[in-house]
């Protein structure tokens, strides 16, 4: 089992200014970012036994976990040059 943290801010360091700006600004993108945040989080105290969980249940969340960095991600990538235009 890996216990590394899978922060967004470690998976993506190139975004954390645009990940900052679109949780002040995009609600959708704000709740995504809480549930990886806690969905990591119950991955990662399962991982290291501070809240063990079944592997069933930790399969099932690094699968959520996946698939909630997708979709940010593809938020991010879609809206990058949209966040670097200079507001007029």
Known sequence: MSNTP???????????GLMRHLKETDGHFARLFETYHQVNGTIHRAETNIE??????????????????DEIYGMLVRHEPEAEKPAT
């Open 52 to 69: 063990p969980a079944d592997d069933f249940h930790i399969v099932e969340l690094r699968k959520k976990r996946m698939q909630l960095k």
């Open 6 to 16: 899978h922060e967004l801010a470690a998976e993506f360091p190139e975004h954390v």
